[in-house]
């Protein structure tokens, strides 16, 4: 006859005997982060950065400094025999006038509306108003920007598309690093998998350095408009993530998209 298998119950008492009385399960310690106050400094470090190099490159700007630059690097991208016609086919012109409609003002409105009324219909009205007034709020900063300076037009070779504004710095470089990279940080802290975090933010990066190289080679802007446009976009997007992580800390903006109600 086999023995009687003891219980999972009878187990768990045969090893509590052992134990002295008051004392707890001790659960294991989760592990500790290594350097948890890079989180802290890093963001902050890389916005002193960013607004180092916009301040740095509008005072070789004022000078004078960055036309041997700007003028070397513009020509680099126009056939040597014909200084009007860009290097490339016909077909890639056009597609450049394409990719550079990505930072205009009519498509990133569009996108700005879209996102908007998603996260209002999401019941995010906290995130809907704080994306609303980070890209309006980078619209006017750019805007004052050009006003301040009221640099020309790079007037070396004709213009591949229609300006109506000074040059420095680049609107459609500043305005898409602060829309694409606003709403990649907040479509990335949606997600929970490493991988598709990494994702989101390399296409949103991508597209801002793509909308600013095309501003150069259609010769609309000269090299170092698009390099600080690059700069103050960035450093206001890190700006308006670093407001947005702390009101989500002190709940005045929603971390999650609400859970699926059944009608």
């Not at 500790?32 to 802290?40: D, G, K, N, S, V």
């Not at 019941?123 to 640099?151: C, D, N, P, Q």
């Not at 308006?240 to 989500?248: E, F, N, P, Y």
Request: hydrophobic share 50%; with cysteine.
């Amino acid at each position: 006859m086999a023995p009687f298998a003891p219980s999972p119950a009878d187990e768990a008492s045969r090893r509590d005997e052992g134990r002295p009385a008051g004392r707890p399960n001790r659960q294991p310690e989760p592990p500790r982060r290594r350097w948890p106050e890079l989180r802290i400094v890093l963001p902050f470090a890389m916005l002193a950065g960013t607004l180092w190099g916009f301040v740095w490159l509008a005072g070789e700007v004022v000078e004078g400094d960055t036309r041997a630059f700007d003028t070397r690097l513009l020509l680099l991208l126009r056939n040597s025999s014909d200084p009007s016609d860009p290097i490339g086919p016909l077909w890639f012109e056009e597609m450049a006038r394409d990719f550079t409609a990505l930072g205009s003002v009519g498509v990133l409105s569009l996108v700005t509306v879209a996102v908007a009324g998603f996260l209002l219909f999401a019941r995010r009205r906290g995130a809907a108003l704080l994306v609303a007034m980070s890209i309006g709020g980078g619209w006017l900063l750019t805007e004052a920007l050009k006003h301040g300076f009221e640099r020309p037009r790079p007037d070396l070779v004709p213009h591949g598309t229609v300006v109506f504004t000074s040059s420095f710095p680049s609107s459609h470089a500043a305005m898409s690093a602060v829309v694409y990279l606003t709403l990649g940080t907040l479509l990335a802290r949606l997600q929970t998998c490493r991988s598709l975090k990494i994702y989101v933010m390399t296409s949103a990066t991508f597209l801002a350095l793509l909308v600013g190289a095309t501003r150069v080679y259609l010769a609309v802007h000269w090299p170092s408009d698009v390099l600080a446009g690059w700069a103050v976009g960035a450093a206001w997007a890190l700006a308006c993530w670093l407001a947005m992580r702390w009101l989500q800390r002190c709940g005045r903006v929603e971390r999650n998209l609400p859970e699926r109600t059944e009608a």
